[in-house]
């Protein structure tokens, strides 16, 4: 256990579809103690995959985390599930990050073409799921010929897919390429009012995921990495 003062932390952790990644648990172990029993336990960590949520698990982890609370009074939760909507839904999470002025791209909910052609959002745009990941059902729209291509495959990712709540939305397109010719995105970790650690990533097509990373990317990945080291402070 981590002591602090004279007291000593531990931690409980429950999740589904997931696993910790290679240093996070060791992490975990540094900063927060030992696992423990949640009757024991100062924190709460929520490790859902949240493409594994559905309603039955959404509802059990929120009796869990009232639970954790009723025993733990002045315990602190982690990822809490009150806040699941924030992490899973890009529709809401643009909403809350617009409500406290941060910069957005012009984003909006659909139900069919006339929707988005109506939308204000000009060409080029994504169209997606609004709980997907990894880029999951998402297209670059360039033109009238790419709706009409790929709207179909939305829709029918939709009508398969829907999950707790749902989406499809369009995005306006933001393009991130760099004078290297590869694309790159920023991934930025925000706890409360502060900013706690970032990384970039390189790829290259505007799907900037990490599998992409090959070592003809080393040279930009490490650049990028500074270049955002300096935005952070």
């Known amino acids: 256990m981590v002591e602090k ?19 996070e648990l060791e992490a975990a172990r540094r900063y927060l103690g030992d696992p423990s029993r949640p009757e024991d336990s100062d924190y709460l960590i929520w490790r859902h995959n949240t493409e ?4 039955a698990i959404l509802k059990k982890s929120i009796e869990i985390e009232k639970h954790f609370i009723s025993i733990n009074p002045g315990g602190k939760i982690i990822n809490p599930i009150s806040s699941y909507k924030y992490t899973n839904n890009k529709d809401d999470c643009f909403s809350i990050w617009r409500s406290k002025g941060i910069r957005i791209p012009n984003f909006a909910v659909f139900q069919n073409k006339e929707d988005i052609l109506n939308s204000g959002i000009s060409y080029p745009f994504l169209i997606r799921l609004n709980d997907g990941v990894t880029g999951e059902d998402t297209y670059l729209i360039n033109n009238k010929k790419d709706l009409n291509l790929y709207l179909p495959l939305v829709d029918n990712a939709y009508n398969k ?9 369009v995005v306006k397109f933001i393009d991130t390429s760099i004078s290297a010719g590869f694309k790159t995105s920023f991934r930025i970790t925000v706890a409360g ?6 990384y970039a990533r390189i790829s290259d097509d505007w799907l900037a995921i990490t599998k992409q990373f090959t070592e003809n990317k080393k040279e930009q990945f490490i650049e990028q990495n500074k270049r955002l080291a300096k935005v952070l402070k």
């Open 5 to 23: 003062g004279f007291y000593k932390m531990s931690f409980c952790y429950f999740g589904v579809g997931s696993y910790w990644r290679p240093y």
């Open 193 to 198: 009012n502060s900013v706690i650690s970032g």
């Open 161 to 169: 897919k829907r999950r707790i709540s749902t989406k499809k939305i």
């Open 52 to 55: 594994s949520v559905n309603e």
